[in-house]
């Protein structure tokens, strides 16, 4: 499918499920709904870093939280509108996203991964002693009841945003895939020291797939205090960002666009309908228990076990 022709596909698919959620008449969908495409867009910004490169982020929380408290402070300093949030936020952190890269990037393996999650340690602890996003205490961000411009209630609004997002991430990590870019950064997970010495140059991609990696987490990070309207940091740096992000493109399938939004609509919705028949605190649980249950089923995720069973037949 051409790129123009895929782009199309997503605008047409966000456009119908945005009415059929509307036609559900219900506004728990709206809120669980955009816990989901929340989700697909992190499942989908970590496998550009974690999945394309072989790269592990255990950081996710932190740049979701540089998104979310961007809002904060410009909520507190000017109000702006939140298409101007996202951009911002994922400037802030597509810019931190660099920066660690450059310092932890010549890591390897286990210690990038130690490095990135001593990174979103470090933020967290940074934020906490920052009163004017509120410390430790946490900040209120009201929203409007509705958005009169759009004849909207707010949270539908939200809900429409973060598909805009989750349309907009799928967009960018397919074109990833399939470009030069994309080829480039398997070759660095297949074998780095292979592809140094035939002359690619990994250090300048490991950078560009951290930046980006980073800008699409920031980008989903910064409507969230409007969708939570209290945000402190436990919520913000929540274990459940960095456990998700590497679960659902694990059980998806990591090596393709596809994996990250099959694991993220499978997971999200099953934590949802927990959430809501069990308890939020069974959701770590299952996650925990699908993600060895593929490891050891299907290593390569779904796409993966449904490419080999179609390639057998």
């Known amino acids: 499918m051409p790129g123009w022709a895929f782009v199309l596909a997503c605008a047409v698919g966000a456009g119908v499920v945005f009415a059929g959620v509307r036609l559900a008449g219900n ?18 910004a970590w496998n550009i870093l974690g999945g394309y490169a072989g790269y592990v982020n255990f950081g996710t929380a ?4 540089l998104g979310a408290y961007s809002t904060v402070f410009f909520h507190k300093f000017h109000p ?5 949030l996202i951009v911002i936020g994922a400037a802030v952190s597509g810019l931190v996203g660099l920066g660690m890269g450059y310092l932890t990037l010549r890591l390897r ?4 991964a ?5 990174l979103a340690v470090v933020l967290q602890t940074l934020v906490v002693n920052w009163d004017y996003v509120g410390g430790s205490r946490g900040a209120y961000v009201i929203r409007p009841a509705d958005i009169p411009a759009l004849d909207l209630p ?5 809900f429409l945003v973060m598909l805009a997002l989750a349309a907009i991430s799928l967009v960018v990590a397919r074109t990833v895939e399939r470009s030069k870019l994309g080829y480039g950064f398997a070759t660095i997970r297949d074998d780095e020291l292979a592809a140094e010495a035939s002359g690619v140059p990994t250090l300048k991609l490991k950078l560009i797939a951290t930046a980006l990696s980073g800008a699409l987490m920031g980008m989903a990070g910064a409507p969230f205090p409007y969708y939570i309207s209290y945000l402190q940091p436990s919520s ?16 998806g399938g990591t090596t393709t ?36 249950a593929f490891v050891i089923i299907a290593p390569n995720g779904l796409v993966g076990l449904w490419q080999r069973l179609f390639s057998k037949r």
Do not use: H, K, R
């Not at 506004?27 to 989908?44: E, I, P, S």
């Not at 393996?109 to 990038?112: R, S, V, W």
């Not at 130690?114 to 001593?118: C, E, P």
């Not at 913000?236 to 059980?251: G, K």
């Open 27 to 44: 506004d728990y969908v709206f809120f669980a709904g955009y816990t989901v495409l929340q989700f697909v867009v992190l499942a989908t």
């Open 62 to 65: 932190a740049f979701f939280a």
């Open 80 to 84: 702006l509108p939140i298409p101007v």
């Open 109 to 112: 393996g286990a210690f990038f």
């Open 114 to 118: 130690i490095a990135t999650l001593a």
């Open 154 to 158: 707010y949270i539908e609004y939200l």
């Open 236 to 251: 913000a740096f929540a274990l459940e960002y960095a456990v998700n992000a590497i679960a659902m493109p694990m059980i």
């Open 257 to 292: 666009w596809v994996g990250p939004l099959v694991g993220a609509l499978l997971l999200g919705t099953l934590e949802q309908i927990t959430t809501v028949t069990i308890s939020s605190a069974v959701n770590l649980l299952i996650v925990g228990v699908l993600l060895v």
